[in-house]
């Protein structure tokens, strides 16, 4: 029997990651034998561990907070994805080094699809601006939406990353926005929760009257910290949606390069489901 294959995710912390649970079930269903590590890696072991993870003839890598940026500069050739959205979720090994690619703003795309929510020319309003809003803004404008308008607590910041995509459907708002343009898109038809207060059981400040009636809320986050978020939706009787559906998602694409095969994801995803709601 051939060994099994040797895949890693990499990140600090790395304790709570459900990459390990999401690709097991993947080879499970592919029938795939294979061995995929939790690597706790600080940002300065993050070349060292590359490399000794390349030398033992690992497949592919995966790559959480802190990593997602600095991992660009030790791969030896980026997908345009990655290159667009300056972060790596994603290696893949080549015949000389690491191929880089992000899978995060696809696998958003995906789920938005089989939620049945609609993107062509549709108003997005991104709240936040870290590294999970830059992975996903490209596919988003790929998906042929009208306008994304990104809000975020430190408006520089927004700028900076709408200026990089350099496409006049992404503009930074201001908070109220009130003071944005007149085009800006309120009402927007769907606000996309990208922030990371959640995690101390906060949400971002909103307005209801930025949403349309019957508008959603898609959060990136999932569990407790999209408790919050949540309750605001329903509150203003808005459709919510948390992120576990993208998170599987983006996992099932990276599976998909590693091996050629597209798992089906509503096992892992139930799964995850379940555990999410019996904790
Ligand atoms: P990620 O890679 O997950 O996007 P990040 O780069 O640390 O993480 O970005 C976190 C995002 O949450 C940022 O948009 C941040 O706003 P700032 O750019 O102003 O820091 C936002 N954020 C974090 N705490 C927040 C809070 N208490 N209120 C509003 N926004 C917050």
């Not at 009208?146 to 908070?175: G, H, P, Q, W």
């Not at 898109?185 to 990208?194: E, K, M, N, R, S």
């Not at 509150?235 to 390069?257: C, E, I, N, S, Y």
């Amino acid at each position: 029997m051939s060994d099994p294959i040797l895949l890693a995710v990499l990140g600090d912390p790395i304790g709570h990651s459900k990459s390990p649970l999401i690709h097991q079930a993947f080879a499970n269903t592919c029938g795939l034998s294979i061995d995929y590590q939790a690597i706790h890696c600080p940002k300065a072991d993050l070349e060292k561990t590359l490399k000794e993870l390349y030398a033992a003839g690992a497949l592919g890598l995966n790559l959480t907070v802190p990593l997602k940026e600095a991992a660009i500069s030790f791969c030896e050739s980026l997908s345009p994805q990655a290159q667009r959205a300056g972060s790596v979720n994603t290696l893949i090994r080549g015949d000389r080094g690491w191929t880089g690619d992000n899978t995060d703003g696809a696998g958003l795309v995906d789920d938005f699809r089989a939620k049945g929510i609609n993107l062509d020319q549709a108003r997005l309003l991104v709240i936040g601006a870290g590294g999970a809003v830059a992975g996903v803004c490209g596919a988003l404008l790929d998906a042929g939406v009208a306008r994304i308008a990104v809000m975020n607590r430190t408006y520089e910041r927004a700028k900076v990353l709408c200026d990089r995509f350099n496409d006049a459907r992404l503009m930074a708002m201001s908070n109220p926005p009130l003071d944005s343009p007149l085009d800006s898109g309120l009402p927007f038809d769907v606000l996309i929760q990208a922030t990371s207060v959640g995690h101390s059981q906060q949400r971002p400040h909103l307005n209801p009257d930025w949403l349309r009636a019957e508008g959603t809320v898609y959060d990136l986050n999932y569990g407790p910290a999209h408790v919050p978020i949540a309750q605001w939706a329903e509150t203003h009787g808005f459709r919510v949606t948390d992120g576990l559906g993208m998170l599987v998602r983006q996992a099932q694409l990276a599976f998909h390069q590693w091996t050629g095969k597209l798992p089906e994801i509503e096992p892992v995803y139930e799964r995850l489901r379940k555990g999410l709601t019996s904790t």
